[in-house]
């Protein structure tokens, strides 16, 4: 049975089944893709709910496991070399669990790294974008007189949707037929966009053809509907 007591993380959150990968997060655009990715690999693991609205990110036990203070995060129990591995932000575990399991990420070369690079731009664009946006039309940034930053958000988030609209012409997936981390990385970003932060009408969604039907693939997958409610809300 592996020993994780090393880390501090698990005596706020105990492992129940230490032999499993530890999931420390809470169903957000970020949190859900490792979820997501746990599902559909079939990987064992047991999840931990952070609860964010207690700011029990930044507590000295979650910050031994993310400095950074944010979730998910994972403690791999059968890491390289068989050596427990703990891993902090989502694209680098997404990157890893395609790599442990064989899949969701092309054995070509050239394919591999045509599919890295659309999961950095959700990384360094789309996600940052969208929580902006969501920020200033829905939460504490409504209360702001001065509304630039807003259509700063609005206009880039439309853009980078735009950005989507095209690759996605042909395509199924964001890779064409097949599904891979690409996808997972972006489902919950555009999910959230146009359903929890109500901004549809803002970047005009209603106008695009190959996002929203892209989006109703993704989110039919059984898996994927099993990872957006991973871990349960406090």
Known sequence: MPDLSTFAITARWPAQHPERIQLYSLPTPNGVKVSIMLEETGLPYEAHTINIGQNETWTPEFLSLNPNGKIPAIIDPDGPGGKPLGL????????????????????????????????????????????????????????????????????ESKRLLGVLETRLAGREWIMGSAYTIADISLLGWVRNLVGFYGAGELVDYASLTNVPQWLERGLARPAVQRGLEIPARP
């Not at 399991?101 to 045509?114: I, K, Q, S, V």
């Open 88 to 155: 902090f932000e989502s694209g680098a575990i997404l990157l890893y669990l395609a790599e442990k399991t064989g899949r969701f990420l092309p054995n070509d070369a050239a394919a591999r790294y045509e599919t890295i690079e659309w999961v950095f731009f959700q990384m360094a664009a789309v996600g940052p974008m969208f929580g902006q946006l969501g920020f200033f039309h829905k939460f504490a940034g409504r209360e702001i007189e001065d509304k630039r930053p807003l259509e700063r958000y609005r206009a």
